[in-house]
C-alpha cells in the first residue's frame, strides 16, 4: 500500500514519475482517517521526521485492525518528485510476512473528528470537504445547495439562529462564536458537533461563511450519561423511605432529600448549625459526630432522641459516611432514620398493646439502677384462663386477654409499668416503691379492676386472677426480683382464694 502525500500532509495523486509494480496499491485518503485516535500523533510525528530528516517510520494500529501492529514509512521525494512517499508494511518486509502485503481495500477509515463546511451570507452551503461527508454520511452533492438548517435537528434551530446572527450583528465584537448542534446523518441518526461560524469578506466583496464542526458526540455522550445519572439518582434520594443530607467540607449542607424535610420540619437547611439546630436537643452529638467523620475519616452511627411537639420524643438512627475523592475530601453524607414506630413494634405485644417481655425487662432493669434497687414488681396471672379459651374458643381468650390488659393499664399509678410476659401472664413494674403497703394498694387496685365480668358475644365470664408482690432491694437483679414475684404469685393461686401474696424478698 503506497500513497503520495504534498509537503502539507495532505494526499495527493501519485506523480507517473514513480514506477509502480503491479502488486502496489495506491490510496489517497489521509492516513489519519484510517489509523486508532490514539495513533494519530505517531502518524504526524513520523511524517514531520521526514520532511526534517529524509525518512521517517512510525509503528501504527488500523481501526479495522487494531490488534495488529503495522509500519508506516515516509520517504522524502520532495526533490526529485514533488511528492512524501508513504509505504505501508506490515513487517521490516513485505515478502517475508506470512499475512501477505497490506491491502488498501482492506482498511477502513476512521470518522474524522474536524470537518470544513463553507456557507453563503444566507446560511446555504456552498462547499464542504471530504472530512465532512466522512462525519455525516452525505455525499457533497447531497449537501451544496441546502440550508443548513435542513440538516440541523429542529430542537437546535432557536441555537443555530441566534448563533449566526449573534455573530452577522457583531454583537460579541469579531470573535469566532461556537454552539452545539446536532446534525442529521445519511443514516438517520444525529451527530452532535461543535459549529463555528467565521464571516470572511472575499475580494470581491462577497461575503463567505467558513464553519468549522468538531466532532462532541463522545462529550455529549457524556453529559447525556452524568445527567441521566444525576436524575437516577435524585429520583432515588427522593423515593427512599430515610433521610439523606450531605455536608461539604467548609460545613454547608449541600443536598437535604424530602424525607428529611419532612422528618425534622420545612425549614432552610443551608449549614451544619441548621441542620443540628433542627435536630432539637440532640444536635450537639451529631455535630460532633460529623464532625469527627469529617476530621479522622471514619464511619460512625448513632442513635439520638428528638424532642417534637408537645413534649413527645422521637428515636433516630444517624448513619454517618465518610465521602472522599482521590485528592480531597468532598465531605460527610448522613442518613436519619426515624426507628421510633419500629421500636415502638418491637416492643409491644401484638395482642394486648403492653409492652413485651423483652422490653419490660429492659426498662426494669433501667428502673433498678435509676433507683438503686427501689422498684416493685406485681405478677398477675389469670386462674382458670385455659377454661375459656377451651369452651369459647381462641378468640375469645383473645377479647378477654385484650380486655384485662386494658383495665390493668388503666389501675396503674402514673409513671408505672405494664408488660405481658406471655400467655394470661401479666407484669407491673412500681419504679420508686420499695415498701410492701405501697406495692400491695397497686395490687389491690388491679384486683379491683378485674373484678367485673367481662363480656362476649352472649355470654358473661368471670375473669380471676392470683397476684404475686416483690420488693426489690439494691443488690437485686431484673430476674430475681420477677423470679420472686413468681413464686410469691404461685403461692397465692394454691392458696385457693387468698390471690395476694408478698414475696420474701
Not at 460579541?172 to 452532535?192: P, T, V
Not at 378477654?400 to 386494658?406: K, S
Not at 415498701?435 to 367481662?454: D, G, I, S, T, Y
Amino acid at each position: 500500500m503506497v500513497g503520495a502525500v504534498s509537503p502539507n500532509g495532505a494526499p495527493m495523486e501519485m506523480p507517473d514519475s514513480i514506477p509502480l509494480g503491479s502488486g502496489h496499491q495506491v490510496d489517497t485518503r489521509s492516513f489519519l482517517e484510517l489509523v486508532i485516535p490514539e495513533d494519530s500523533r505517531t502518524v504526524t510525528d513520523g511524517f514531520v521526521a521526514a520532511l526534517e530528516r529524509g525518512i521517517g517510520v512510525a509503528k501504527i494500529h488500523m481501526s479495522s485492525d487494531p490488534e495488529n501492529a503495522l509500519f508506516l514509512h515516509y520517504l522524502d521525494l520532495r526533490e526529485e518528485h514533488g511528492i512524501v512517499l508513504r509505504v505501508v508494511t506490515s513487517g521490516d518486509g513485505v515478502e517475508d510476512d506470512p499475512r501477505g502485503p497490506i491491502r488498501a481495500a482492506e482498511l477502513l477509515p476512521t470518522r474524522p473528528r474536524l470537518g470544513t463546511m463553507i456557507k453563503s451570507e444566507t446560511a446555504s452551503i456552498v462547499s464542504v470537504d471530504r472530512a465532512t461527508t466522512l462525519m455525516l454520511g452525505w455525499a457533497a452533492s447531497d449537501l451544496v445547495g441546502h440550508s443548513t438548517l435542513d440538516f440541523v435537528h429542529p430542537d437546535d434551530h432557536v441555537r443555530a439562529i441566534d448563533n449566526w446572527m449573534s455573530r452577522l450583528s457583531g454583537e460579541h465584537g469579531r470573535s469566532i462564536q461556537s454552539a452545539r448542534l446536532r446534525y442529521l446523518c445519511k443514516d438517520g441518526s444525529w451527530l452532535w458537533m461543535e459549529t463555528s461560524n467565521d464571516f470572511q469578506l472575499r475580494d470581491d466583496g462577497t461575503t463567505v461563511v467558513v464553519a468549522q464542526l468538531l466532532d462532541a458526540s463522545e462529550e455529549m455522550a457524556a453529559v447525556e450519561a452524568l445527567r441521566h445519572n444525576e436524575l437516577f439518582l435524585r429520583r432515588l434520594t427522593d423515593t427512599v423511605p430515610v433521610g439523606l443530607f450531605h455536608v461539604a467540607g467548609d460545613n454547608s449542607v449541600v443536598f437535604v432529600n424530602p424525607v428529611l424535610r419532612d422528618l425534622i420540619g420545612d425549614v432552610p437547611i443551608r449549614s451544619l448549625s441548621d441542620l443540628t439546630t433542627a435536630m432539637s436537643s440532640e444536635g450537639p452529638p451529631l455535630e460532633a459526630a460529623i464532625a469527627g467523620v469529617m476530621m479522622d475519616g471514619l464511619d460512625a452511627d448513632l442513635e439520638l432522641t428528638r424532642s417534637v411537639d408537645g413534649g413527645r420524643t422521637r428515636s433516630v438512627r444517624v448513619t454517618l459516611r465518610s465521602v472522599d475523592s482521590e485528592d480531597r475530601g468532598l465531605g460527610v453524607l448522613g442518613c436519619i432514620v426515624d426507628v421510633t414506630d419500629l421500636r415502638r413494634m418491637a416492643d409491644t405485644d401484638v395482642l394486648t398493646g403492653l409492652r413485651n417481655r423483652r422490653a419490660l425487662m429492659g426498662d426494669l432493669e433501667d428502673e433498678l439502677i435509676r433507683h438503686s434497687g427501689k422498684v416493685s414488681v406485681i405478677f398477675a396471672d389469670l386462674d382458670g384462663f385455659k377454661l375459656v379459651n377451651d369452651q369459647y374458643g381462641h378468640q375469645a381468650g383473645d377479647q378477654v386477654l385484650a380486655a384485662v390488659a386494658e383495665r390493668l393499664r388503666s389501675a396503674i399509678r402514673p409513671g408505672d409499668l405494664i408488660g405481658r410476659l406471655g400467655g394470661d401472664e401479666f407484669i407491673v413494674v412500681c419504679p420508686g416503691v420499695s415498701a410492701q403497703e405501697p406495692a400491695m394498694a397497686v395490687a389491690r387496685r388491679l384486683q379491683k379492676a378485674l373484678e367485673p365480668e367481662f363480656s362476649l358475644p352472649g355470654v358473661s365470664v368471670p375473669i380471676v386472677a392470683s397476684f404475686g408482690i416483690a420488693c426489690g432491694t439494691p443488690q437485686i437483679t431484673a430476674d430475681e426480683l420477677i423470679s420472686s414475684s413468681d413464686s410469691a404469685m404461685y403461692e397465692s393461686k394454691q392458696a385457693h382464694g387468698r390471690h395476694l401474696r408478698l414475696a420474701n424478698t
